[in-house]
Every structure is written in structure tokens, then in C-alpha cells.
């Protein structure tokens, strides 16, 4: 955010907001750079305004991490997620507020020294919505998301890959967060392949071991498209399963409504042809997402273009 200090001063607000930016203090800058914003009042600088706070509504907020960590994971402070614009489909729904009652079960299990690790697994079909899904689930338990990048941890040396996991699983420990392990088939297939290696067999082992040894007040999530693939024992650690399916007609219509009214853009009329028009009776989340989006940029030309005349 580009700051103008007229003649030379700057207020208190304009001081605290340089001062977290140079300490690195993203979350608190961010939240500065709001209270700024609020207080411009002037017609010149009104759409400047809404502008930048719709980008701090939608932009994650990312969390500071230790810089041995920052290579595996991505922590995102989730509280600002974007409900207007997520459909939660019945199923979905019933899948959020049973994990909300285990996580409860497990704090209570926590007070009687029982371990219980409250663990979801969703799989379906790349692009359906997983990790949208996992991210609503730490926006409700009000946790930070942890993301795990398995490109990363995973390593060609022997017994790297090992080392990494144990780094990622000691961060969780920290703090309760929800530890989303996106597209965990990376690491996590059944053992005992045509093809295998022991040095697949001792990382899902490891994997084990580490969710086994977290305490209860962290939350894991696994996604996969290759559920079919994954290690048995693996599974089983994840009490709740839920096949995340394509969006059908009615979600794809909703979905389209919810990204236009937030751009500002009327539907009536036209948004049922449309949809009909660019999306089969079932589509991935991400392709919706895509096509609307688009839509939307289209439009935004077409207003520059109309200004310029």
C-alpha cells in the first residue's frame, strides 16, 4: 500500500503501519491498513477504498513462520474466509458440524489424558473443492491452516523425507491449528507394491507414528484424488471420510450467483442461460470458479474500454 504523507508528517496510524511492515508483522499490518482505510472519507479516494479493503476480506492472511519451516508449509490465518462467495452443500454441512462435535469430544478426552486426534479425510476428483473445504473447516474451529507442501518434504535423499515430517509435525505441536496434508498419496501410499521401496514403506510409517504422538488439539486434514491408493492403516486414522463430488446443476447456479453479486453484477435474467449455456449438468468447483471469474474480467474491460471512449 503506497502511503502519502502530506508535508512532510505522518500521523500515529501511518507511523504503526510502516513500523509493522519493517518488523515483518504481516497480520498487523494488514489490520492497520484497514483502520487507515476506514478513515478515508473523500469521494477521490472512495473506490481506492473499497478496493483495497475487498483485498483484505479475500487475501489470506499469512502467518509467520520459522524460517527452517517455510519451504514445507504455507499458514494462513483463515478468519477473513469468504463465505459470500462458498457454497456449503447439505453433505458438506453434516461433514462440518461433525468434525465441530468430535473436536469437542477430543478437548474433553484431553482433560481426562485420553488421546483422540480429530482427523478428515476428503477425496474426490481434482479441482472438486477439497481444499476450499478444509480451509472453511479451520475458518469454523477458528484454528489457523497449516498447508503442507509435499513437493517440498518429499526429498530423494534417504531418510530426508522422514527428517522433513518430523519438522512439520513438531510446528503442530506449537499450537492448535489444522494441518491440511493436500494430496497425502504423496507420501501415504499402501505399502507392500509391485514397484515398492523401503524407503516408501518407513515414510508412511513415520507419517503414522507422527499423527499418532499429536496432541488432541490439533486437527488434521488429508485430500486425495487417489484414495483408492491410499495405506490401509493410514486410513484408519482418519475417523471421518467424505467423497467431495462434483457440483451439480443447483450448486453450479448457486456458485455463479454468490461470485456476481459480490463483483456487483445484476444476474437476473440471464445467469440461468448462461450457466446452461457453459457448464454441463456436473462440473468441477475450480472450472465454476474459472468460468465466472473470467466472466467477470470480461465485463471489467468492457468498462475500461467504455471510459477510454
Known sequence: MKIVVLGG?????????IQYICDGDIKKAQQQARIILNELTTAKDEMFKKNMLRKLDTKPNIIELPYNLREFLIAEDVSNFPEN??????????IV???????????RLSELGISYLPAVMLYGDSGGGKTMLARYIAYKANRPFVYVRFSSVVSSYLGSTQSNIAKVFEYARTAPCVLCFDEIDAVGMARGQKNDVGEMNRIVIALMQEMDSLPNNVIIIGTTNRYD???????????????????????????????????????????????????TDTEPASTVVEKCTQLIVNRIIQEIDTEKV
Open 97 to 107: 458440524e461433525k468434525v465441530m462435535s468430535t473436536v469437542k469430544a477430543s478437548e
Open 229 to 279: 491408493r491410499l495405506d490401509s492403516a493410514l486410513i484408519r486414522r482418519f475417523p471421518i471420510r467424505h467423497e467431495v463430488r462434483p457440483m451439480s446443476r443447483s450448486d453450479i447456479n448457486d456458485l455463479a450467483e454468490r461470485f456476481f453479486k459480490y463483483a456487483g453484477i445484476a444476474t437476473e435474467g440471464w445467469l440461468k442461460d448462461w450457466c446452461d449455456t457453459n457448464f
Open 9 to 17: 508528517y505522518m500521523n500515529d496510524k501511518q507511523r504503526l503501519l
Open 85 to 94: 462467495r462458498f457454497v456449503l452443500r447439505p453433505e458438506e454441512a453434516k
